[in-house]
């Protein structure tokens, strides 16, 4: 028969592992919804810049870009992180630089992305504790 302090460790052991996994899901979900997100506001030219679009989670690169996998972020090999972006070496220009409405495409979809993304992660922590 267990005793309390091992029964308590394994609750514990078991909570976290519930949580971290809801927490990992939860950044997939955040980077899909982020692409979503820049690809809307981003200007369209040849549609490079927009295809070129994808997130990385941990060790992984997520895209659907049919262009250059140059184009694609770098994996960031962080736990518990997400990141949306392009390597499109001409991305900067399109966010400071531009003299049309497309100058902060980037921004603007930080400020939209950025609310959905703090709901999905508490929601996630929630589904942790049941």
Partial sequence: MLNNAKLIQINITNYVLS???????????????????VKGNTPKDTGRLQNSMSYSTGNKVISESPFNEADKIKPINKDKTVIVGTNVIYGPHVEYMSKNASKGFMLRSY??????????????????KK
Avoid: H
Avoid at 25 to 36: C, F, M, N, P, T
């Fill in 111 to 128: 400020k939209q992305w950025k609310p959905i993304a703090e709901f999905i992660i508490a929601k996630a922590a929630k589904r942790g």
């Fill in 19 to 37: 949580v971290s996994k809801n927490i990992d899901e939860a950044l997939e979900e955040i980077g899909q919804r982020g692409v979503g997100i």
